[in-house]
């Protein structure tokens, strides 16, 4: 009798194990082979756990600039095969490779986490086949090797960006920096520090918060408030951003301390969730869709009439994505990967991108400018109005 | 006193997030401890409750309206827990009910993202509530004041229903032994369908009230399965008590063991969990009317 009432016990701590591991599914689509002339490229984006808002509108973005390039790039036809990345590098890698091996992609387009990226990056330069990472933001994942290229951005770089504006506002009072407990938190806090101290910042504290099992930031925030910081700097993203936002407003920590962060903080469906407790929070992001450019106005113009919502940072980087790639065809001499990674080389600066013009740097990373925004109310639902340029 | 000021804040949130959790856990206690079924849908039917909270609580929405979101979001529960208890009632083994329930989650995981898409909702706290009063000098949200406040004044009433009436004691009788009381001429399948349909009413309805708190999105389902899974282990299957003492529990690992141990707090949950089962495997305070040999 004994074990039998153990087992209800024992089969619920079994079940809340098994739960702490969930993952995602995968889904595939109709596989093809590129013929000489036609280019075949593997688009890999979140269609399924938490990643999926962000896989979405980097679908769209891609989608958007096909469409208005006649389904063409660089004047070659595009097959788009596709694959779900799932959350992690357990679906995400697989995924990749299946795109490579079984459906012959000439290139690889997508990858919103930065664990699957590095993953799969070794796979990719085997195969000779170039990875053009259009989300995932691990500072090392492009280190000039010919085979990876980025067209989003850097966690260290976002965050640096922000560190002489910090401390230009906070005058001689400390900063207390948090962030999710994971490798992007990480670069995020380092980047920042780096770029703060050396413009004459100094820290009050530093917390990593539990990453995906914590959605309470209150004990964190009291920490904040009672060091003798004079402002906050946070990285978070998706429904960490909603709830730790939210908390700062309500914990009255919005009252004394400003709070900064990489832009991932207020961006899209993240922002409207928020509502106006994000009012007044300062981020650093390299796009925003307020952004007052002309280049920028028809694009925003042309998502919104085709999807009937704003665009985001992510759509944006796929947008542009789909621009290098683009570019590249035009100057490459045939289709095979060895001749786009070469092309992707010789490109040059992209002058009409919707977040102002760019270039890819030595170590294949984007040259780009970041903007500060601020969360203002604009007619009625907060928006990043862009304050100005940094770095 | 910083120190004191801010352990004393985390202290007052840990009881309003184990507010939360012991509504919504209570319910799968019950179920479990009571019914013997486990029930693994049990999360999606706290997401429904947030979800409605979603769909019919507007920003700056009056109390009236809050209450009665919360008064359908029961309803809903119950009537959901009723079909899902004339599911499970001719499975007997856990490992079936199990999947049946879990293919349960999975479908409604996959309606509920069809229905409101896949980024992160908000529930607005009801106006009345929505500001922040001063607690020992620091802004703290009147909202999760309120919750804890209906949490106990639920929990009192769930007690006393339970130990003090006639139908609690049909309730008891049925867990202790099935055949008997159907040998007094009660139906044990309608008990279950009570059970089932509270439990699962409280799920939503905790669900809805955690939606200001918790948010609305795609994984919380599994999120907060979760959480109540390891508040009913460590309280112990089938009474109020324990699910309370487990909230308790687990409120207070969440907020202050996190805040004294910053460093460990990806850790302090399931290290928690594992001390209690390993001091006492059945749980904290598990129910003294836990049946010996199943059902007859």
Same mark, same amino acid.
């Given at each position: 009798?004994? &074990?039998?009432?153990?087992?209800?016990?024992?089969? !619920?701590?079994?079940?809340?194990?098994?739960?702490?591991?969930?993952?995602?599914?995968?889904?595939?689509?109709?596989?093809?082979?590129?013929?000489? *002339?036609?280019?075949?490229?593997?688009?890999?984006?979140?269609?399924?756990?938490?990643?999926?808002?962000? #896989?979405?509108?980097?679908?769209?973005?891609?989608?958007?600039?096909?469409?208005?390039n006649d389904g063409q790039l660089g004047g070659r036809d595009v097959e788009v095969?596709?694959?779900?990345?799932?959350?992690? =590098?357990?679906?995400?890698?697989?995924?990749?490779?299946? @795109?490579?091996?079984?459906?012959?992609?000439?290139?690889?387009?997508?990858?919103?986490?930065?664990?699957?990226?590095?993953?799969?990056?070794?796979?990719? %330069?085997?195969?000779?086949?170039? !990875?053009?990472?259009?989300?995932?933001?691990?500072?090392?994942?492009?280190?000039?090797?010919?085979?990876?290229?980025?067209?989003? /951005?850097?966690?260290?770089?976002?965050?640096?960006? !922000?560190?002489?504006? @910090?401390?230009?506002?906070?005058?001689?009072? =400390?900063?207390?920096?948090?962030?999710?407990?994971?490798?992007?938190?990480?670069?995020?806090?380092?980047? /920042?520090?780096?770029?703060?101290?050396?413009?004459?910042?100094?820290?009050?504290?530093?917390?990593?918060?539990?990453?995906?099992?914590?959605?309470?930031?209150? =004990?964190?925030?009291?920490?904040?408030?009672?060091? *003798?910081?004079?402002?906050?700097?946070? /990285?978070?993203?998706?429904?960490?951003?909603?709830?730790?936002?939210?908390?700062?407003?309500?914990?009255?920590?919005?009252?004394?301390?400003?709070?900064?962060?990489?832009?991932?903080? &207020?961006?899209?469906?993240? !922002?409207?969730?928020?509502?106006?407790?994000?009012?007044?929070?300062?981020?650093?992001?390299?796009?925003?869709?307020?952004?007052?450019?002309?280049?920028?106005?028809?694009?925003?113009?042309?998502?919104?009439?085709?999807?009937?919502?704003?665009?985001?940072?992510?759509?944006?980087?796929?947008?542009?994505?789909?621009?290098?790639? *683009?570019? %590249?065809?035009?100057?490459? *001499?045939?289709?095979?990967?060895?001749?786009?990674?070469?092309?992707?080389?010789?490109?040059?600066?992209?002058?009409?991108?919707?977040?102002? =013009?760019?270039?890819?740097?030595?170590?294949?990373?984007?040259?780009?400018?970041?903007?500060?925004?601020?969360?203002?109310?604009?007619?009625?639902?907060? #928006?990043?109005?862009?304050?100005?340029?940094?770095? | 006193m910083g120190w004191l000021d801010a352990n004393l804040i985390s202290v007052l949130?840990?009881?309003?997030?184990?507010?939360?959790?012991?509504?919504?856990?209570?319910?799968? +206690?019950?179920?479990?401890?009571?019914?013997?079924?486990?029930?693994?849908?049990?999360?999606?039917? +706290?997401?429904?409750?947030?979800?409605?909270?979603?769909?019919?609580?507007?920003?700056?929405?009056?109390?009236?309206?809050?209450?009665?979101?919360?008064?359908?979001?029961?309803?809903?529960?119950?009537?959901?827990?009723?079909?899902?208890?004339?599911?499970?009632?001719?499975?007997?083994?856990?490992?079936?009910?199990?999947?049946?329930?879990?293919?349960?989650?999975?479908?409604?995981?996959?309606?509920?993202?069809?229905?409101?898409?896949?980024?992160?909702?908000?529930?607005?706290?009801?106006?009345?509530?929505?500001?922040?009063?001063?607690?020992?000098?620091?802004?703290?949200?009147?909202?999760?004041? +309120?919750?804890?406040?209906?949490?106990?004044?639920?929990?009192?009433?769930?007690?006393?229903?339970?130990?003090?009436?006639?139908?609690?004691?049909?309730?008891?009788?049925?867990?202790?032994?099935?055949?008997?009381?159907?040998?007094?001429?009660?139906?044990?399948?309608?008990?279950?369908?009570?059970?089932?349909?509270?439990?699962?009413?409280?799920?939503?309805?905790?669900?809805?009230?955690?939606?200001?708190?918790?948010?609305?999105?795609?994984?919380?389902?599994?999120?907060?399965?979760?959480?109540?899974?390891?508040?009913?282990?460590?309280?112990?299957?089938? +009474?109020?008590?324990?699910?309370?003492?487990?909230?308790?529990?687990?409120?207070?690992?969440?907020?202050?063991?996190?805040?004294?141990?910053?460093?460990?707090?990806?850790?302090?949950?399931?290290?928690?969990?594992?001390l209690v089962l390993l001091l006492r495997p059945r749980g904290l305070l598990p129910?003294?009317?836990?049946?010996?040999?199943?059902?007859?």
């Amino acid at each position: 009798m004994r &074990t039998r009432r153990l087992a209800p016990a024992a089969l !619920l701590s079994t079940a809340a194990l098994a739960l702490a591991g969930c993952g995602g599914g995968s889904l595939s689509e109709d596989s093809g082979g590129g013929g000489d *002339d036609s280019v075949t490229v593997g688009l890999v984006l979140p269609a399924s756990g938490v990643y999926e808002p962000l #896989g979405v509108d980097m679908t769209r973005g891609w989608e958007l600039y096909l469409e208005q390039n006649d389904g063409q790039l660089g004047g070659r036809d595009v097959e788009v095969v596709t694959a779900d990345e799932g959350e992690g =590098p357990d679906v995400g890698v697989p995924a990749t490779t299946r @795109v490579i091996t079984q459906d012959q992609a000439d290139v690889v387009v997508g990858i919103v986490n930065s664990a699957t990226a590095l993953g799969v990056k070794e796979g990719l %330069a085997s195969s000779e086949v170039p !990875l053009i990472v259009a989300n995932a933001g691990a500072d090392d994942l492009a280190d000039g090797g010919e085979w990876v290229w980025r067209t989003s /951005f850097t966690n260290g770089g976002i965050a640096a960006s !922000l560190g002489e504006q @910090v401390a230009e506002d906070v005058g001689d009072e =400390p900063v207390y920096l948090m962030a999710s407990d994971y490798a992007a938190g990480e670069e995020s806090i380092a980047g /920042f520090r780096e770029a703060f101290e050396a413009a004459g910042g100094t820290v009050a504290g530093e917390s990593l918060t539990p990453f995906g099992t914590t959605s309470d930031y209150q =004990p964190f925030l009291t920490r904040a408030q009672n060091s *003798d910081a004079g402002a906050i700097y946070a /990285f978070y993203a998706g429904a960490e951003a909603v709830s730790f936002v939210q908390q700062y407003r309500e914990f009255g920590a919005a009252e004394d301390l400003p709070l900064y962060g990489p832009g991932f903080l &207020t961006e899209g469906g993240v !922002l409207e969730a928020q509502g106006d407790a994000a009012e007044g929070v300062q981020t650093a992001m390299h796009y925003s869709n307020l952004l007052d450019t002309p280049e920028n106005t028809e694009f925003v113009d042309a998502y919104v009439e085709a999807y009937d919502a704003q665009p985001t940072t992510y759509a944006v980087q796929a947008y542009d994505a789909a621009a290098a790639l *683009d570019a %590249a065809l035009e100057v490459s *001499d045939g289709t095979s990967g060895a001749d786009i990674a070469a092309a992707l080389g010789e490109v040059g600066e992209f002058s009409d991108s919707p977040r102002g =013009p760019w270039s890819f740097d030595e170590e294949h990373n984007p040259e780009q400018t970041y903007f500060l925004r601020e969360v203002e109310m604009v007619d009625g639902a907060p #928006g990043n109005v862009v304050q100005g340029e940094l770095n | 006193m910083g120190w004191l000021d801010a352990n004393l804040i985390s202290v007052l949130n840990g009881f309003a997030l184990a507010a939360l959790l012991f509504l919504i856990a209570v319910g799968l +206690s019950l179920v479990f401890g009571t019914m013997d079924v486990l029930n693994l849908a049990h999360g999606s039917l +706290s997401l429904i409750g947030a979800y409605l909270g979603v769909a019919l609580v507007d920003e700056d929405a009056s109390l009236g309206v809050f209450v009665l979101a919360a008064l359908l979001a029961a309803a809903v529960g119950a009537a959901l827990g009723a079909a899902l208890a004339a599911m499970t009632s001719a499975i007997n083994d856990h490992l079936r009910q199990a999947l049946l329930t879990l293919g349960v989650a999975l479908i409604a995981a996959d309606v509920l993202r069809e229905l409101f898409g896949s980024d992160p909702e908000r529930v607005s706290a009801p106006a009345a509530l929505a500001g922040s009063v001063d607690v020992l000098g620091r802004p703290y949200p009147v909202y999760r004041l +309120s919750v804890v406040a209906v949490a106990v004044v639920i929990g009192l009433v769930l007690y006393v229903v339970l130990e003090r009436t006639q139908a609690g004691a049909i309730v008891r009788a049925t867990v202790a032994d099935r055949g008997m009381v159907e040998a007094i001429g009660i139906r044990s399948q309608v008990v279950l369908l009570g059970v089932f349909g509270v439990g699962a009413a409280l799920a939503t309805l905790g669900g809805l009230l955690a939606g200001p708190v918790l948010g609305a999105r795609p994984g919380l389902d599994s999120t907060v399965l979760l959480l109540a899974l390891v508040v009913v282990v460590v309280g112990g299957l089938g +009474s109020v008590r324990g699910a309370l003492l487990g909230a308790l529990l687990v409120g207070q690992v969440q907020t202050l063991g996190v805040s004294l141990l910053p460093g460990q707090a990806s850790y302090l949950l399931f290290g928690a969990m594992a001390l209690v089962l390993l001091l006492r495997p059945r749980g904290l305070l598990p129910s003294p009317y836990a049946h010996a040999g199943g059902h007859a």
